[in-house]
T-cell receptor, first 109, second 114 residues
Framework: GQNIDQPTEMTATEGAIVQINCTYQ??????LFWYQQHAGEAPTFLSY??LDGLEEKGRFSSFLSRSKGYSYLLLKELQMKDSASYLC??????????WGAGTKLIIKP | IAGITQAPTSQILAAGRRMTLRCTQD?????MYWYRQDLGLGLRLIHY???????GKGEVPDGYSVSRANTDDFPLTLASAVPSQTSVYFC?????????????FGAGSRLTVL
């Protein structure tokens, strides 16, 4: 079967760094997405990785290892507004997205 | 502001009733999608449309139908609502057919079936 695993919840301190992991087992791979979703709102796009390595975009970076079926989202200089759920999604062989259940990130002052 | 508009924002309805969730986009995106989001589960695809005039079934299509008469509108209909269809429904669009493009989501419609 196809599976995306992420931690259910994480807690971090304002100003710190946090890494949110995502492991996947899918039939085929055409890229991995990270989306941010604030409570009661729509998901919004953060990053897309299709090749191995690190993609940096401001305070957020995303890493992919296709051989390990593994990705992480790294958030630096955490701000209170970063409190949200972070969704990992893999584009499978049929070009349909398979979504993880999301990681709820709680930022404490 | 360009984007996706969903209506209603929230609705409570009795089991057995028919309900249509509306979705309109003004970005001229080819592909549109309907997802449901339930606590503890990832987003699940209900139906999709790669271009106007075509539709396809997603992971959880039973009990739902869609139509795509034009580029902008993609309504989702529950013919006879059941309590298990209580969920938050998100409409999304992308400008590519392959699905490798970024999704833009509507604000969601919270549906409660009693």
């Amino acid at each position: 079967g196809q599976n995306i695993d992420q931690p259910t919840e994480m807690t971090a301190t304002e100003g710190a760094i946090v890494q949110i992991n995502c492991t996947y087992q899918t039939s085929g791979f055409n890229g991995l997405f990270w989306y941010q979703q604030h409570a009661g709102e729509a998901p919004t796009f953060l990053s897309y990785n299709v090749l191995d390595g690190l993609e940096e975009k401001g305070r957020f970076s995303s890493f992919l290892s296709r051989s390990k079926g593994y990705s992480y989202l790294l958030l630096k200089e955490l701000q209170m507004k970063d409190s949200a759920s972070y969704l990992c999604a893999v584009l499978g062989s049929n070009y349909q997205l398979i979504w993880g259940a999301g990681t709820k990130l709680i930022i404490k002052p | 502001i360009a984007g996706i508009t969903q209506a209603p924002t929230s609705q409570i309805l009795a089991a057995g009733r028919r309900m249509t969730l509306r979705c309109t986009q003004d970005m001229r995106h080819n592909a549109m999608y309907w997802y449901r989001q339930d606590l503890g589960l990832g987003l699940r695809l209900i139906h999709y449309s790669n271009t106007a005039g075509t539709t396809g079934k997603g992971e959880v299509p039973d009990g739902y139908s869609v139509s795509r008469a034009n580029t902008d509108d993609f309504p989702l209909t529950l013919a006879s609502a059941v309590p298990s269809q209580t969920s938050v429904y998100f409409c999304a669009s992308s400008d590519g057919v392959s699905g490798a493009n970024v999704l833009t989501f509507g604000a969601g419609s919270r549906l409660t079936v009693l």
